[in-house]
């Protein structure tokens, strides 16, 4: 019957193919912007991508979602270039994938399975590795039929194996049976937690949110004084983390959550929407940037999609641009004068500061810059909500 996913293999050898089709319109600098992030989730799975595939249709193939003559390129490129795996930067049906891998005689796999293989890598908790596991069988279960010879044959690495033809309808049962234990599992496991956030008191709830790899555990590390891991790669933060904080005799909840990104499958996004509770619940968001980032501005955007999914977008929000440090070294040269860097850095807030109606504050975490404007913002945001929560109260809570 299905078996557990394995995990991607280090240093495996991955070809990443992106697509610029009319069903979702792109540029070819946005696709490769794609398969920049794409070769970055891969590196962080434990592969190399060594080769990118583009190409431009009207309408993705519905037999192998590009065209024959560019499988044939990929493949003939896979053959020679000791290649053992092919990641796609859209999702892919069963059919697809199994017509692609019969072609090419490499694992095929697509966004969604790269991210899910991230996703079980880093999960900790039960809570975490619940909702993994939710999200894996709820992505094959659509898949079973068109991916069955694929996952017969498959040896190792991403993706789900299974016998053979003759027991899909048996395994689709076992995985329709799985699906509705694990969402009874979870659903046990997201009463405890609330149970949990209900004995927290009367605290106000801070909660860091932002794209994926963009410094908030670095945040809460230093914020909380805590060791919440922190890693250069994406989702190195999957479970929820709370910690109590107390400024100037002032007592908060900050916790920091998953990271979003682009193209995040919605399947894993209902999986995980117990975790983004903490979210939810909070009075005040803190919105991480990573300034540095070329498309930062795209992330924003990324991350406000989501929030408004969680119809917490109208939430007291700071905006906090951290990685300033690289930001300055990626725009200035050396040669510039040191007042024409200043008129940029003030053109640059000021900006930002309209935006977002002055709730914002530029850092550099690693470098600890700045960091005391972070810590008073974020006291007077608390403070103010504490004024609106408990109004009779005097003006020291604690």
Known sequence: MIEKQQEIQNDERAVLIGLIHKDREQTDTEVNEYLDELAFLAETAGAIAVKRFTQRLPHPDRATFIGKGKLEEVRQYVLNKDVSIVI???????????????????????????????????????????????????????????????????????????????????????????????????????????????????????????????????????????????????????????????????????????????????HLVESFKSTLDEVRESDILLHVVDISHPKYEDQIEVVNRTLAELKVLDKPTIMIFNKMDLYEKNTFDEWLADDVKDDILHQLKEMWMQKAN???????????????????????????????RFPYRSEHFF
Request: charged share 30%; aromatic share 6%.
């Open 88 to 266: 796609f930067d859209d999702e892919l049906s069963g059919s697809q994938i199994s017509n692609i891998q019969k072609e090419l005689k490499v694992k095929v796999i697509d966004r969604s399975d790269l991210i899910l293989d991230i996703f079980a890598r880093r999960a900790r908790t039960a809570q975490a590795r619940t909702q993994v596991e939710l999200a894996q069988y709820q992505y094959i279960l659509p898949r079973l039929r068109g991916m069955w010879t694929h996952l017969e044959r498959q040896k190792g690495g991403i993706g789900m194996r299974g016998p053979g033809e003759t027991e899909i309808e048996t395994d689709r049962r076992i995985v329709k049976d799985k699906i509705a234990l694990l969402r009874k599992r979870l659903g046990e496991i997201d009463k405890q937690a609330l149970t949990q956030r209900k004995e927290r008191g009367e605290y106000i709830r801070v909660a860091l949110v932002g794209y994926t790899n963009v410094g908030k555990s670095t945040i809460m590390n230093m914020l909380s004084k805590s060791e919440v891991f922190a890693e250069n790669k994406l989702f190195a933060t999957l479970d929820t983390t709370t910690r109590k904080v107390v400024f100037e005799q002032t007592p908060f909840l900050l916790s920091d959550t998953v990271g979003f990104i682009r193209k995040l499958p919605h």
């Open 358 to 388: 002055g709730n914002c504050v530029f850092i550099a975490a690693t470098e600890k810059r700045n960091i005391e404007e972070l810590r008073k913002t974020i006291l007077d945001k608390v403070m103010e909500m504490y004024h609106q």
